[in-house]
């Protein structure tokens, strides 16, 4: 026997299952298991206000991870990914994704252009673009996007140690750059509970807690 969560119209309640000595795990609506040992804390908190889809879209499960220039990544975007695959949160913004087929959710695909199109506003409009892009120190690479245009990056603050890195986001055409001390998960978290208050980011977020697969 084990305990487990049951995700039933927006509260929990612990249940025994019977299933012999498997590990813990999360039962939601769609009566799909997502294991929580070895899961990032960050991404279980996103869990219990953000339900997973049952069957999600291009997951990292079972499959070789690339590296993103020799590093591995951080290991709470690993866990999102195989736990919530392609999708949309709250109808408005996408975690980029390797192992999309989508150019627009691709993430080596948008890193590439992204990182492009914001050193081109640098080298043109440098005295009002001034970002710090990876691969310089501390550089910002590209990790997801909104439908207004704001961009989520990571900001690369190690280059040996991809669990070191932190958040930040450029609103649509702003010159200034806002930075959160958490990672990618917990700042997802943060946002949809209301817990971080983001400049770049609509209030209405944290009343629209959804993930739809795309």
């Given amino acids: 026997m084990f305990q487990a969560i049951r995700w039933w119209k927006g509260s929990y309640?612990?249940?025994?299952?019977g299933c012999g000595s498997l590990p813990i795990f999360l039962l939601y609506e769609?009566?799909?298991?997502?294991?929580?040992?070895?899961?990032?804390?960050?991404?279980?908190?996103?869990?219990?206000?953000?339900?997973?889809?049952?069957?999600?879209?291009?997951?990292?499960?079972?499959?070789?991870?690339?590296?993103?220039?020799?590093?591995?990544?951080?290991?709470?975007?690993?866990?999102?990914?195989?736990?919530?695959?392609?999708?949309?949160?709250?109808?408005?913004?996408?975690?980029?994704?390797?192992?999309?087929?989508?150019?627009?959710v691709n993430f080596f695909g948008q890193m590439k252009l992204i990182l492009a199109d914001f050193n081109d506003l640098v080298a043109s409009e440098g005295d009002y673009f001034d970002y710090p892009l990876y691969p310089l120190e501390n550089g910002l690479m590209p990790v997801g996007v909104t439908d207004n245009g704001d961009y989520l990056f990571w900001v690369v603050t190690s280059k040996n140690d991809s669990d070191l890195w932190r958040i930040a986001i450029i609103a649509s055409r702003s010159p200034d750059v806002e930075y959160f001390s958490a990672n990618l998960t917990s700042v997802l978290e943060g946002v949809l509970t209301g817990r971080i208050k983001s400049s770049s980011l609509p209030d209405f977020l944290s009343a629209i807690a959804r993930f739809e697969s795309i």
């Fill in 30 to 104: 769609a009566c799909s298991f997502v294991p929580l040992l070895g899961l990032n804390m960050s991404i279980k908190s996103l869990l219990a206000i953000l339900p997973p889809p049952a069957s999600p879209n291009d997951a990292g499960v079972g499959k070789q991870w690339p590296l993103v220039d020799g590093v591995p990544f951080p290991s709470d975007y690993l866990d999102f990914i195989n736990v919530y695959g392609s999708g949309k949160i709250a109808d408005f913004l996408v975690v980029f994704n390797p192992f999309s087929c989508n150019k627009d």
């Fill in 13 to 17: 309640s612990s249940i025994d299952v």
